[in-house]
């Protein structure tokens, strides 16, 4: 079976109303991720800081689906531990939407808002699905995309990484083809650009560096009300994919106001 590799990249932006970046990021050759700390909750930062370093610091051999399950596990737990040690963080929680790489085939592990797109022949699919009360209403009928759209209950979540208490997070294996292009986002992306903006400006681009910019540039048009973070990679022969290292971005990079587009700090595991 011929085997790819990924060419990605990553940016985070603090918008155009925050005053901290309480997303994180991570952007590697076998793991993709995004979290975005809650927002409305104390320490959102620490909280998505937390799951992405706990995570990127995990080597994800074997099963790539059961080592992402039983990182979220040990995310929950650290965060449950962070809440019990100092009272002031009991509740903070964060999204988390993960990607690992085996070479032909990703394990998709999501909880919370943040998203995960496919771009598949100029065609924009939505992998993940929203744990939001809007979301929940949705899917029971009683309102529609447009509506949901409008709701301003439209962040409330029902399922968050959260001290004191995480829900379960979905796991599933999702099948690649070389030429797909794959976003992973927090909500201050695909919040406020709509899906057939994301799908024009990933399609235009012709590599992932071109693309986050202005996704990242989207965002801040349509008023930036949220940090604003996104994590791109196509899937590639292995001889085409440039050498590069992961990347740590936002509050998981250790600075807290947000880099420019594309610049976060170098990873190495320990």
């Not at 699905?129 to 209950?153: I, M, N, Y």
């Not at 962040?155 to 959260?162: F, G, I, N, P, R």
Request: aromatic share 4%; proline share 6%; glycine share 12%.
């Amino acid at each position: 079976m011929a085997h790819y590799a990924l060419r990605f990249t990553a940016g985070t932006d603090i918008g155009r109303r925050r005053k901290a970046n309480e997303d994180s990021a991570f952007a590697g050759p076998r793991l993709l991720a995004v979290a975005d700390g809650m927002g409305g909750h104390p320490h959102g930062d620490l909280a998505s800081r937390t799951a992405i370093t706990t995570l990127a610091g995990r080597p994800l051999t074997g099963d790539p689906a059961a080592g992402l399950a039983a990182a979220v596990a040990e995310i929950a737990a650290r965060l449950d531990e962070l809440g019990r040690q100092e009272p002031e963080l009991a509740r903070m929680g964060t999204t988390l939407t993960a990607m690992a790489w085996d070479g032909t085939r990703f394990a998709v592990a999501h909880i919370g808002d943040s998203r995960a797109y496919l771009l598949r022949r100029g065609d924009l699919f939505q992998l993940t699905r929203d744990h939001t009360v809007v979301q929940s209403l949705v899917d029971a009928g009683q309102l529609t995309q447009a509506e949901a759209a409008q709701h301003p209950a439209g962040s409330a979540l029902v399922k968050a990484l959260q001290s004191g208490g995480s829900g379960e997070p979905d796991v599933f294996r999702h099948d690649a083809l070389p030429g797909d292009r794959y976003l992973l986002c927090s909500d201050g992306l695909s919040g406020v650009v709509p899906p057939e903006a994301l799908r024009a400006a990933l399609a235009a681009a012709a590599r992932p560096a071109d693309a986050v910019p202005r996704l990242i540039d989207l965002a801040n048009r349509a008023g930036g009300p949220d940090n604003i973070t996104c994590v791109v990679a196509d899937v590639v022969p292995a001889a085409d994919a440039p050498a590069a290292e992961p990347l740590l971005l936002g509050a998981a990079s250790g600075t807290g106001s947000g880099r420019p587009a594309g610049v976060g700090r170098r990873f190495r595991r320990a």
